[in-house]
């Protein structure tokens, strides 16, 4: 049983490129999480989705991320006009129902983005 | 709102040696208390949690209880090995929608 899949593994853009990461949750999950990691930082929360919902963006930046978790395919993470602040690794994370108390998540490996 | 103090680090320990890490947390609520882990180059894994006041949460060799009094979490392990080189995530759960909230994480070097 494969588990959370993210990719690319690593992506490097340019100051207002487009980063596009991707992230497939593990088969029967249909519960999805973005967290970024700064450097020195922990994590933290983005966004949580279910199949072709937004539940809570929270701690989504306001301008230029956006989140989906279509029907079909993985959960993407848009980040547009990219900036050196949004260097970080984003995990994604996925649960097989609302975990609820149990916080038992699965991480992925995380993308790493570096924007020159 | 919800926080989670981890200990400065990184912490380097030579085998066998005994491991605390201190994780204090801030919470309205009672939350659900974790440790993640994350070995070099993979995601983070669940090591073990407790869900209520004085439980004990425990996993390869490692433990830590949920101390409300002191709002407190520490992991502990009594011999580490080389194996248990990695970052080391307290967090925790206020219930909804399994939203996790982080400590900075702590890297933990263990020499042979």
């Known amino acids: 049983n494969a588990g959370v899949m993210q990719n690319p593994r690593h992506l490097v853009r340019r100051r207002g490129q487009e980063a596009r990461l991707r992230c497939s949750p593990m088969k029967g999950h249909s519960h999805v999480y973005w967290y970024r990691q700064l450097p020195e930082e922990g994590l933290k929360f983005m966004v949580y989705?279910?199949?072709?919902?937004?539940?809570?963006e929270s701690g989504m930046p306001k301008e230029r991320f956006s989140a989906e978790f279509p029907k079909e395919g993985p959960s993407i993470l848009r980040i547009q006009q990219v900036v050196r602040g949004d260097s970080a690794a984003y995990f994604c994370?996925?649960?097989?129902?609302?975990?609820?108390?149990?916080?038992?998540?699965?991480f992925g490996e995380g993308s790493r983005l570096t924007v020159l | 709102g919800d926080s989670v103090t981890q200990m400065e680090g990184p912490v380097t320990l030579s085998e066998e040696a005994f491991l605390t890490i201190n994780c204090t947390y801030t919470a309205t609520g009672y939350p659900s208390l974790f440790w993640y882990v994350q070995y070099p180059g993979e995601g983070l894994q669940l090591l073990l949690k407790a869900t209520k006041a004085d439980d004990k949460g425990s996993n390869k060799g490692f433990e830590a209880t949920y101390r409300k009094e002191t709002t407190s979490f520490h992991l502990e392990k009594g011999s580490v090995q080389v194996s248990d080189s990695a970052v080391y995530f307290c967090?925790?759960?206020?219930?909804?929608?399994?939203?996790?909230?982080f400590g900075k994480g702590i890297t933990l070097s263990v020499r042979p």
């Open positions: 994370a996925s649960s097989p129902l609302l975990a609820g108390n149990t916080g038992e998540l699965f």
């Open positions: 989705l279910q199949k072709e919902n937004i539940i809570d």
């Open positions: 967090a925790l759960s206020d219930g909804a929608n399994s939203k996790l909230t």
